[in-house]
C-alpha cells in the first residue's frame, strides 16, 4: 500500500460553482478513487479561496461582513462538492486560523527570496494579478478573459525572486520529475518560463484590505500567491508538522488558465521551502457550450445543479467523465447529453444489468464469484490520467457484454435443458459485469453500489431501471 495525495484548484468564493469547477473536482475523484481501488491510502483535498478585494468589495456591495459572506459562500461549495459524491478527506478554507498562521511561517521561512521594490505597470483587477508589459501590448491592453482594460499602478511590493529558481523548475519539467499534462501544456509552461518576472506577493494595506498580514510588517497585507498556494501544504499541517508521508502530492488537478501559476509560481515557492515539487501536474481543458465559450452574456452557460436535477448523479459523471475529453476543450449540447443518457446509460448497461439479473433469477442461478485482476490496459490509462480514454475502453466491455448475451443465448440454453452449459455461461457474464462494475466504480460510483446489489445471493433485479429513458 502506498499513501497517495490528490489536490483540486481551490476556487475564489466571489461566485457560485460553475461547470469546470464540476471539472476539478470529478477528475481528481475519478483519480482518487482509482487509488483505493488499486488498495492505496488516499488524502484528498478541497476547499475555498477566500481573500482579496474582489471578495471584499463583493460583501460591502451586499451590505454584510465579509466573514458572513465567505462563510455563506464556502457552504455553497462543501454542499456542491458533496452532492457530486467527491470523496474528499480534507476541507480547508483560506480564512482558517490555522492556514493563516501556517501562510504567514510559510514568508517568513521564504524570507531570504523575498525582496522589496516599488512596482509601476498593469494590472488586471479581475483576475487579481500584474501582468508584464509584454503581455499587456500582446492583449493590446485589455484582458482577454475580462475583456477589461488593464490598470496602470504604482506601489511599493514584496516580491518573490522567482529568478533563483528558474533553472530549476526548467529541468524538472523538462526531465518529468514535475510531469505536466498534457504534453502541449508542457511546452506552453516552458516557453512562459523563459520570461517569468519576479512575482509581486504582496500589496499596500491601503489597496488590499482583506487578507493575510504580512509578518513584521502591517502596511503590507499577502497577494493571493503565498496565501493561496500554500493550503495544498497548509492543509497537511506544515511547518510544524512532519508532511513527507504525503507530500510531495501524486497528482494535482487545474484548469488550463491558472496552470502558470501552478507549474512556476508554486514549484518556486517549494523549492524556496526545500520541499519536492509536485508528482504531477494536470491541466483539463473547457467545457463549451454549443462549441462556444461559456458566458453570461451570450447566455450559454450550463448550470451544473441544472443537469444534476435533471437527470441525476451519475448521469452528469457519465457524460462529463466519458464525453468531455480529459485535457481538451469539448462541447456539451443539451442533445449529445440526452442521446448518451438514452443510447448508452440506458441502453447499453441499464439493459445489460436488467436482462442478467432477471435471467438469472427465472433460472435460479447462484452467482460464484471469481476474482479477477484489473486488465493492464485499463491500469495503463487511468495511471496516465487518460481517463476518458478508460472510460471508453470500459464502455467497450460493456458493449461487448451485450453482444455476447445475444451470442450465447442463454434462454436457449434454459429452453433445451443444457442446465450445466447454463450456468457456466451466466456465471462468466455476470462474473465478467462485475469487473466491469469494478472498472467503473471511479467514474459513477452510485450506480455501481446498485449493480453489486443486483447480483448478491439471491440475485434480484432492480426493481426500477437504473436509468429511465427519458
Same mark, same amino acid.
Given at each position: ?57 463583493? $460583501? &460591502? ?5 465579509? !466573514? +458572513? ?7 455553497? %461549495?462543501? /454542499?456542491? @462538492? *458533496? ?63 475580462? $475583456? &477589461? ?5 504604482? !506601489? +511599493? ?7 533563483? %529558481?528558474? /533553472?530549476? @523548475? *526548467? ?81 494535482? %488537478? ?217
Amino acid at each position: 500500500m502506498m499513501k497517495k495525495y490528490v489536490t483540486t484548484a481551490i476556487p475564489y468564493v466571489n461566485g457560485v460553482p460553475h461547470i469546470g469547477h464540476a471539472m476539478d473536482y470529478c477528475l481528481a475523484d475519478v483519480y482518487a478513487r482509482y487509488q483505493r481501488l488499486t488498495h492505496n491510502e488516499v488524502k484528498f483535498q478541497v476547499g475555498t479561496d477566500e481573500h482579496g478585494n474582489k471578495i471584499f468589495q463583493k $460583501a &460591502k456591495d451586499l451590505g454584510i461582513p465579509v !466573514e +458572513e459572506y465567505v462563510a455563506g459562500n464556502s457552504k455553497k %461549495f462543501e /454542499e456542491f @462538492i *458533496r452532492t457530486l459524491d467527491i470523496s474528499y478527506t480534507d476541507f480547508i478554507r483560506t480564512t482558517d486560523p490555522d492556514h493563516e498562521r501556517r501562510a504567514q511561517e510559510i514568508w517568513r521561512k521564504l524570507s531570504p527570496y523575498i525582496y522589496s521594490a516599488k512596482y509601476e505597470g498593469w494590472y488586471c483587477t479581475g483576475c487579481e494579478r500584474f501582468v508584464t508589459e509584454k503581455e499587456c501590448a500582446e492583449n493590446n491592453g485589455v484582458c482577454p478573459d475580462h $475583456a &477589461k482594460p488593464y490598470e496602470k499602478l504604482e !506601489e +511599493e511590493n514584496y516580491y518573490l525572486r522567482i529568478a533563483d %529558481f528558474k /533553472e530549476q @523548475i *526548467r529541468e524538472a519539467i523538462e526531465s518529468d520529475k514535475m510531469l505536466i499534462l498534457p504534453e502541449f501544456r508542457k511546452r506552453e509552461i516552458l516557453k512562459l518560463l523563459e520570461d517569468s518576472p519576479d512575482v509581486s506577493i504582496s500589496r499596500p494595506r491601503a489597496q488590499l484590505t482583506w487578507g493575510v498580514p504580512v509578518p513584521d510588517d502591517d502596511s503590507q497585507v499577502m497577494y493571493v500567491w503565498i496565501d493561496a498556494l500554500a493550503n495544498y501544504i497548509t492543509v497537511l499541517g506544515y511547518p510544524e508538522k512532519e508532511i513527507s508521508d504525503f507530500w510531495p502530492a501524486a497528482a494535482q %488537478f487545474v484548469g488550463k488558465d491558472i496552470l502558470r501559476f501552478h507549474a512556476i509560481i508554486w514549484p518556486a515557492m517549494l523549492l524556496g521551502l526545500g520541499l519536492p515539487l509536485p508528482e504531477v501536474l494536470i491541466s483539463h481543458g473547457m467545457v463549451l457550450s454549443n462549441g462556444q465559450k461559456m458566458s453570461k452574456s451570450i447566455g450559454n452557460v450550463v448550470d451544473p445543479m441544472e443537469v444534476l436535477e435533471k437527470h441525476g448523479l451519475d448521469a452528469f459523471r457519465y457524460f462529463f467523465l466519458r464525453h468531455i475529453d480529459t485535457f481538451a476543450d469539448s462541447d456539451f449540447t443539451w442533445e449529445k447529453f440526452e442521446d448518451a443518457y438514452n443510447n448508452e446509460l440506458a441502453n447499453d448497461l441499464g439493459n445489460l444489468v436488467q436482462r442478467l439479473a432477471a435471467l438469472a433469477k427465472k433460472n435460479e442461478i447462484g452467482l460464484v464469484a471469481t476474482k479477477s485482476e484489473l486488465p493492464q490496459e485499463y491500469c495503463d490509462l487511468m495511471d496516465k490520467f487518460e481517463f476518458s480514454k478508460a472510460f471508453d475502453f470500459v464502455w467497450e466491455k460493456v458493449q461487448g457484454l451485450n453482444r455476447q448475451i445475444d451470442e450465447e443465448k442463454p434462454w436457449s440454453l434454459a429452453k433445451n435443458g443444457e442446465n450445466q452449459k447454463l450456468n457456466q455461461v451466466m456465471n462468466d457474464l455476470m462474473n465478467e459485469l462485475l469487473l466491469v462494475s469494478r472498472m467503473l466504480e471511479p467514474f459513477i460510483p452510485e450506480t455501481v453500489k446498485r449493480i453489486q446489489d443486483v447480483f448478491t445471493n439471491p440475485i434480484a433485479p432492480p426493481e426500477t431501471p437504473l436509468f429511465v429513458k427519458q
